[in-house]
């Protein structure tokens, strides 16, 4: 399982079945979802999610995960109620197990079917809103457009593959 975190001001998406969901301060995540990824991938990576240290602390320092970022910590940095966590854009991806070594046009046989993948990503919005976490999501399997504010920018690649080495 991969997710590619960019931290934002703010960031919406706009599917075309479904309503504009939005969140303020927090992470883009898009979730790319492997044909071998289980329910212990969602576990891990949804932890590492809420606990990754990517928010600025009263320093300026990325010292705070999304549950701290409006702690005391946070001094200056802080833009939300005290203890309010930050929020997470949760959108679909199967691009992000795309193989292109070979020819123009990438090869995407390694992200896990929707049969398969539908519940993981449910799953995961699940796990992050456990965590603490406020979750808005994109339509599975819908076009998308994003739109984002990025803040930095901050962008973050992690693997599940990577993770389990650690």
Known sequence: MRALIQRV???????????????GRGY??????????GPEEVRALARRIATLRLMPDAKGVMNLGLLEMNGPSAGEHADGPEGQA???LLVSQFTLFADAR????PYYGNAAPPEQAIPLYEAMAAALRAEGVGVACGVFGDH???????????????????????
């Open 9 to 23: 001001h703010r960031a919406e998406v706009r599917c075309e079945s479904g309503p504009v969901n939005r969140i």
């Open 28 to 37: 883009l995540v898009l979730l790319g979802i492997h044909g071998q990824d």
């Open 86 to 88: 930050g929020e997470v």
């Open 102 to 105: 070979r020819g123009r046009r």
């Open 144 to 166: 998308m457009d994003l739109g984002i504010e990025a803040d930095g920018p901050v962008t973050v690649l992690l693997d599940t593959d990577e993770l389990s080495r650690q």
